[in-house]
């Protein structure tokens, strides 16, 4: 039998992508789309579905706030998978108290992973478990909201057999080809020690730092030009000496909006 689940995001298109990839995969019946937080409280409650995914950053209520909610109210809680774009900071926290995330833009391997956590947790009920885990979740995040989370400034790059201490601002951006992560500066090139782009991020400042596509992470502050590109697609031309062109993808294209009121 397969899970029944809820997408829950305020973009289409990345309503549209995570649908197409759940039936890609099989497993997975959608039951319902919603829009806002207003909508995830409501259609949790009448669907009763096995997963929901839950965009973190919607207008009216939040991810979290969603969650609140559903536990004021004894909402029987659902497998709970957020999809996020920012904060890469709480990719941890998400980790540490066993609720799962999704890094848009998603990748088809990691929502099938994601898709047989949901299912393994199900056959094992811990109800009253999981929602302490959410709870305390919740009061993690508060406490990182009010905190923040400090960066140490500096990355280390290998370039050349040397270990070279970069101050983040220097960095233009950084990409990912066949496992291997490119660092780019106006002045060094080289290649960073962390294995994912996610692990990357953490070290960031999420504040100056984007992750524009599956393979870039740029910094806002080095983007020279945003360049128009077919079907309302953009690419970002960069300010290191080779003026990269960086991709935007499809579910990045309303941050991109934001950033630069395009």
Not at 5 to 17: G, S
Not at 216 to 233: A, C, D, G, L, T
Request: with cysteine; proline share 5%.
């Amino acid at each position: 039998m397969p899970l029944t689940a809820l997408i829950i995001d305020d973009e289409p298109l990345a309503r549209q992508e995570l649908q197409y990839l759940l039936e890609r995969g099989g497993g997975v019946e959608v039951l319902a789309h919603g829009t806002n937080g207003i909508e995830a409280v409501d259609l949790i409650q009448t669907h009763k579905p096995d997963v929901v995914f839950l965009d973190v950053q919607m207008p009216g209520l939040d991810g979290f706030a969603v969650l609140k909610k559903l536990l004021d109210r004894k909402v029987p809680m659902p497998q709970v998978v957020f999809a996020t774009a920012f904060n890469q900071y709480a990719v941890r926290a998400f980790e540490v108290n066993a609720v799962d995330y999704l890094l848009k833009p998603f990748d088809q391997k990691r929502v099938m992973q994601t898709i047989e956590k949901a299912a393994a947790r199900l056959t094992t009920p811990a109800e009253s478990a999981s929602e302490a885990k959410l709870d305390a979740l919740l009061r993690l995040m508060e406490e990182q909201s009010q905190g923040g989370k400090a960066h140490s400034g500096k990355v280390i790059v290998r370039a050349q057999s040397r270990l070279l201490l970069v101050n983040q601002r220097e960095i233009c951006f950084a990409s990912i080809e066949e496992g291997t992560i490119t660092v780019v500066t106006p002045t060094v090139e080289g290649h960073s020690n962390c294995r994912t782009l996610e692990e990357l991020m953490d070290q960031l400042d999420p504040e100056t730092f984007w992750r524009a596509h599956r393979s870039f992470v740029v910094n806002i502050q080095h983007i020279r030009e945003v360049v128009p590109w077919f079907k309302s697609s953009y690419q970002l031309r960069m300010d290191d000496p080779k003026k990269t062109e960086i991709p935007v993808s499809r579910a990045q294209t309303k941050r991109l909006r934001e950033l630069f009121n395009l």
